[in-house]
């Protein structure tokens, strides 16, 4: 299995719910990571997880949660979030001490109305 | 902080022409330079450049790192209308504890027209 599954792969959301993005793996990647894409900008870095925990968060606002429960699931928490939050969120896995191998899921296109 | 600079980042071109994208960057513990193409979804890998593999190619598309310079190219010959999204230049960093971090050019938008 060489793949980074995610969902749901879309999602629209009201400002007052809470829901869940998840994204799975089974290529024994230990290091995961959640990106973020606005319209028409790059993939920019929220979250990095590596053995499970997490190493670094790119100043992302509470209202983001990330939860990675074992070694081949991410989760990211969603409450309370803005309209401007609506994004292309990508969930990416990789081997640990080497840059090979650094896989892409397909996506949760989130919208919050 | 890490940049990675792509040029043009617009480009339209007519089918059976070859193109070249550019980009640059300025990085600290670099370890990789990727580049993915993305229509209207997830971003699809194509090739990976290190120090060890500098010049990559599959079918049209090629791509060389020039470490001294800190740059890559991306050259498709023989354009296609298929050939038509973004194309997004990524820089690999080490961000410790064994894992690694994109830092994402701006893309440039290839438009092929018939």
């Known amino acids: 299995d060489t793949e980074v599954t995610q969902t749901p792969k879309h999602l629209v959301m009201g400002m007052t719910n809470k829901k869940s993005l998840k994204c799975e793996q089974h290529?024994?990647?230990?290091?995961m990571y959640w990106y973020k894409q606005k319209a028409k900008k790059p993939p920019e870095l929220m979250f990095v997880?590596?053995?499970?925990?997490?190493?670094i968060n790119e100043s992302v606002p509470s209202r983001f949660s990330p939860e990675c429960p074992n070694s081949s699931l991410l989760n990211l928490h969603l409450h309370a979030l803005q309209p401007e939050d609506s994004a292309l969120y990508l969930c990416?896995?990789?081997?640990?001490?080497?840059?090979?191998?650094?896989?892409f899921g397909s996506g949760t296109r989130l919208t919050v109305v | 902080e890490d940049k990675v600079v792509q040029s043009p980042l617009s480009l339209v071109v007519h089918e059976g022409d070859t193109v070249t994208l550019n980009c640059s960057y300025e990085?600290?513990?670099?370890?990789?330079l990727l580049w993915y193409k993305q229509e209207k979804k997830a971003p699809t890998f194509l090739f990976m450049l290190?120090?060890?593999?500098i010049e990559k190619k599959s079918g049209r598309l090629s791509s060389i790192l020039d470490k001294k310079e800190l740059s890559s190219i991306l050259n498709i010959t023989a354009t296609q209308t298929g050939d038509s999204a973004i194309y997004l230049c990524?820089?690999?960093?080490?961000?410790?504890?064994?894992?690694?971090?994109?830092?994402f050019g701006k893309g440039t938008k290839l438009s092929v027209i018939p």
């Open positions: 990416a896995s990789s081997q640990v001490y080497t840059p090979y191998g650094y896989t």
């Open positions: 290529m024994g990647h230990r290091a």
């Open positions: 997880y590596s053995y499970e925990k997490l190493s």
């Open positions: 990085v600290t513990n670099f370890r990789s």
């Open positions: 290190t120090s060890s593999g």
């Open positions: 990524a820089v690999t960093t080490y961000s410790g504890a064994g894992s690694y971090q994109l830092t």
